[in-house]
């Protein structure tokens, strides 16, 4: 499958340059800075979140995990994880468990932790479980410009 169309079509539209590379398929983003042989605290993954009758994207390091308590108090009310079906279905052009880190081009909410605001370099996964996508922490910055971050894992 490669990069889904609307990453690819954000990237592009934000000006912002990205390498895309090929992997072995991986059940994680743990995994796959593993195998792609990237710092995982670099690598990006959104986790989707159920907040106030609708979703919420958080987007943190793959060596770390969300603290719903955290990402609660940023955004103002109670937070849960959704399911991957609920998920699914918020990025109809990602493969399932792909979950993209973008919010904006899938008009979904999202907050970022700052652990991702330190690398000079940041990868994700470009929409299925074989695809590696590497911006610059300018980049990556640009692309995250305005949405709420903080603290928001453990």
Partial sequence: MGIALTMQEYLEDNHVPYEVAKHNKTGS???TAQVS???????AKGVVLKWDGSYLLAVVPATRHVDLGKVGRIVGERVQLASEEEASA???????????????????ACVID?????????????GDHRTLVHVSGDGFNRLMYGMPHGHISD
């Fill in 90 to 108: 918020l990025f109809p052009d990602c493969d399932t468990g792909a979950v993209p880190i973008f919010g904006a081009p899938y008009r979904v």
């Fill in 37 to 43: 042989h990237v710092p995982g605290a670099s690598l």
């Fill in 29 to 31: 983003s743990a995994m």
């Fill in 114 to 126: 700052d652990g991702l605001e330190r690398h000079g370099d940041v990868y994700f996964e470009g």
